[in-house]
């Protein structure tokens, strides 16, 4: 089966690098994604990484992949004050044509 | 160009009453896919459509349906309103049915 975790809640002062985590049990996980939700909104696509990669950087974002351990985090690069959200780690699951979502990481940056 | 476009952003409705989500994918994706995220929790997959066929259903009661029609767009109809239905309804759409999924502003349905 699949369930996707995150830890809840991450403080980080503005400039500093912010890292969220995420593991996930489905091995026939091939995409493996990060969306961004600000208050009242949908979900952002951020950065996806494919499963046969260990790294993918997409300017101040890097998504690290470890199979192995089925654990994948998501490192923001001098956080800003925009970069406050709830972010979401998401694997798609082929057989059933869908993406299941941990239930989310609040990033709070303060000053 | 435009992203995923639903309508209508916000719905009150009462509880044992019927409703109908809309949702317009970006231009050339052919399939959708239907979310439902409660307060406080990530998104919890419904349906994905693609060429106007079901490929995946989530574990909704039958109460949930939904299709899509020739020009890609989709419609999520939700029978007999619970109050625990009130939650984010996000649609999703994507070149195919393995590809990145771009999301919806969502529409918020509170049921009374």
């Known amino acids: 089966g699949e369930d996707v975790e995150q830890s809840l809640f991450l403080s980080v002062r503005e400039g500093d690098s912010s890292v969220i985590n995420c593991t996930y049990t489905?091995?026939?996980?091939?995409?493996l994604y990060w969306y961004k939700q600000e208050p009242g909104a949908g979900l952002q696509l951020l950065t996806y990484?494919?499963?046969?990669?260990d790294m993918k950087q997409d300017q101040r974002l890097t998504v690290l992949l470890n199979k192995k351990d089925k654990h994948l985090s998501l490192r923001i690069a001098d956080t800003q004050t925009g970069d406050s959200a709830i972010y979401f780690c998401?694997?798609?699951?082929?057989?059933?044509?869908?993406?299941?979502f941990g239930a989310g990481t609040t990033v709070t940056v303060r000053a | 160009d435009a992203g995923v476009t639903q309508s209508p952003t916000h719905l009150i409705k009462t509880r044992g009453q019927q409703v109908t989500l809309r949702c317009s994918p970006i231009?050339?994706?052919?399939?959708v896919s239907w979310y439902q995220q409660v307060l406080g929790q990530g998104p919890q997959f419904i349906f994905q459509?693609?060429?106007?066929?079901?490929?995946g259903r989530g574990n909704f009661p039958d109460r949930f349906s939904a299709r899509q029609f020739p020009n890609y767009s989709s419609e999520l109809n939700v029978n007999a309103l619970l109050l625990g239905d009130s939650a984010l309804y996000l649609c999703?759409?994507?070149?195919?049915?393995?590809?990145?999924?771009?999301f919806g502003q969502g529409t918020r349905l509170t049921v009374v």
């Open positions: 990484i494919f499963s046969n990669m």
């Open positions: 459509y693609y060429e106007k066929e079901e490929r």
């Open positions: 998401a694997e798609w699951i082929p057989n059933d044509y869908k993406l299941s």
């Open positions: 489905d091995s026939s996980s091939t995409y």
């Open positions: 231009s050339g994706h052919k399939s």
């Open positions: 999703a759409s994507s070149l195919g049915t393995l590809a990145e999924a771009f």
